[in-house]
């Protein structure tokens, strides 16, 4: 069973910036794609960011030209550079991993962001 631990939220002033990261707890177990979503209170969970294998990166268009997506394969993590960060941003961010053939998916416990306006 490999595990996702995210890091790095914290309380931010608007426009300001964090960098959110997640690990794998195993480097052996290579995820097709890892990703971003976030729940703000009251909220559905909603797509943020993903990254394929491949470098190729999507956005969610609350974020798209704000934030940016990046990942070390070899040490199984990915990274969330949150600029220009809003008040709309505050919410739990989760990371999420998918692994290749059978699809199966993988979630962190949650990073609390906050953005005071």
């Known amino acids: 069973q490999v595990q996702l631990v995210e890091s790095g939220g914290q309380l931010v002033q608007a426009g300001g910036s964090l960098r959110l990261s997640c690990r794998a707890s195993r480097t052996l177990i290579m995820f097709n794609t890892m990703g971003w979503y976030r729940q703000a209170p009251g909220k559905e969970r909603e797509f943020v960011a993903i990254?394929?294998?491949?470098?190729?990166?999507r956005y969610g268009e609350s974020v798209e030209g704000r934030f940016r997506i990046s990942r070390n394969k070899l040490n199984n993590a990915v990274f969330l550079q949150m600029d220009n960060l809003t008040s709309e941003d505050t919410a739990i961010y989760y990371c999420?991993?998918?692994?290749?053939?059978?699809?199966?998916?993988?979630w962190g416990q949650g990073t609390q962001v906050t953005v005071s306006s």
């Open positions: 999420n991993g998918r692994l290749p053939g059978s699809g199966a998916e993988h």
């Open positions: 990254i394929g294998g491949g470098g190729h990166t």
